[in-house]
């Protein structure tokens, strides 16, 4: 039986001492509980070294939200997966939806950076998820291909092994809505069908399917007993310490279930 996984992606929130209060009260709800689960944190840059520096006394991880696909030098204001690494980052986010749609980064950028984390021996969480009007027209699945071909299936198989995907809606970020667990199930299915059609039963089984969207305390325990959901990616609700802590209780119980 696989362990979950359960990230928060804090996004643009939170000044240094606020964000300094919600690691605290995280790692000392994270105290008093045996965990299966592996809990990886992803604040804004500037917090990453404070992060790394109280998850030594706690068992989550830290990763980052976003990485530059250039390797080093005179890019102003970008930053770069060795400094994510020297930083304490373990993991990274790439190609969230809203990297997608507001920062226009393409396929091609998050093939790099997904290349660069990789050779920092960053784990990528890459994002992947179809618009409203894309479901709506059926095209779900061809969407989820057609990110899943063009930023990961140049990778080896020893690569891929270390990617985590996530499935995120982009009509349930941030939105309250979230998919049915049906729905949710269905395209992580899909997910791993495509892996497996291209780098074997084993790597598609050991691969880590994410579910993100509106996931909160309530749906949290519905989404994650579905079988190929294999924990979460979790926005609003990792701000608050106290729900993010009763999402990580939720996959607890279902490997407890299981
Ligand atoms: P949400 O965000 O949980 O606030 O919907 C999830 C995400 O964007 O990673």
């Given at each position: 039986?696989?362990?979950?996984?359960?990230a928060?992606?804090?996004?643009?929130?939170?000044?240094?001492?606020?964000?300094?209060?919600?690691?605290?009260?995280?790692?000392?709800?994270?105290?008093?509980?045996?965990?299966e689960?592996?809990?990886?944190?992803?604040?804004?840059?500037?917090?990453?070294?404070?992060?790394?520096d109280?998850?030594?006394?706690s068992?989550?991880?830290?990763?980052?939200?976003?990485?530059?696909?250039?390797?080093?030098?005179?890019y102003?204001g970008?930053?770069?997966?060795?400094?994510?690494?020297?930083?304490?980052?373990?993991?990274?986010?790439?190609?969230?939806?809203?990297?997608?749609?507001?920062?226009?980064?393409?396929?091609?950028?998050?093939?790099?950076?997904?290349?660069?984390?990789?050779?920092?021996?960053?784990?990528?969480?890459?994002?992947?998820?179809?618009?409203?009007?894309?479901?709506?027209?059926?095209e779900?699945?061809?969407?989820?291909?057609?990110?899943?071909?063009?930023?990961?299936?140049?990778?080896?198989?020893?690569?891929?092994?270390?990617?985590?995907?996530?499935?995120?809606?982009?009509?349930?970020?941030?939105?309250?809505l979230?998919?049915?667990?049906?729905?949710?199930?269905?395209?992580?299915?899909?997910?791993?069908?495509?892996?497996?059609?291209?780098?074997?039963?084993e790597?598609?089984?050991?691969?880590?399917?994410?579910?993100?969207?509106?996931?909160?305390?309530?749906?949290?325990?519905?989404l994650?007993?579905?079988?190929?959901?294999d924990?979460?990616?979790i926005?609003?609700?990792?701000?608050?310490?106290?729900?993010?802590?009763?999402?990580?209780?939720?996959?607890?119980?279902?490997m407890?279930?299981?």
């Amino acid at each position: 039986m696989k362990n979950k996984i359960v990230a928060g992606n804090w996004k643009m929130n939170k000044t240094f001492p606020e964000a300094e209060e919600l690691l605290v009260a995280i790692a000392e709800g994270l105290d008093d509980m045996t965990l299966e689960t592996d809990v990886i944190i992803c604040p804004p840059f500037p917090y990453l070294e404070m992060a790394a520096d109280i998850s030594e006394e706690s068992n989550f991880t830290v990763g980052a939200q976003n990485v530059s696909y250039m390797d080093k030098g005179a890019y102003t204001g970008e930053v770069s997966a060795a400094m994510l690494k020297s930083a304490g980052a373990d993991t990274c986010i790439v190609g969230h939806s809203e990297r997608r749609a507001y920062f226009k980064e393409t396929d091609e950028e998050l093939a790099k950076k997904v290349n660069l984390l990789l050779a920092n021996d960053i784990v990528p969480i890459f994002c992947v998820g179809e618009q409203k009007s894309e479901r709506e027209n059926g095209e779900t699945f061809n969407v989820i291909r057609r990110q899943i071909t063009q930023g990961l299936f140049h990778l080896k198989k020893e690569e891929i092994a270390q990617v985590i995907i996530a499935y995120e809606p982009v009509w349930a970020i941030g939105t309250g809505l979230t998919a049915t667990p049906q729905q949710a199930q269905e395209v992580h299915a899909f997910i791993r069908q495509l892996i497996e059609e291209k780098y074997g039963t084993e790597t598609a089984y050991n691969m880590y399917i994410l579910y993100g969207g509106s996931c909160n305390p309530g749906n949290a325990l519905e989404l994650f007993s579905c079988t190929d959901v294999d924990g979460g990616l979790i926005g609003g609700a990792s701000l608050k310490a106290e729900d993010f802590i009763a999402i990580i209780n939720a996959a607890e119980t279902c490997m407890k279930n299981d």
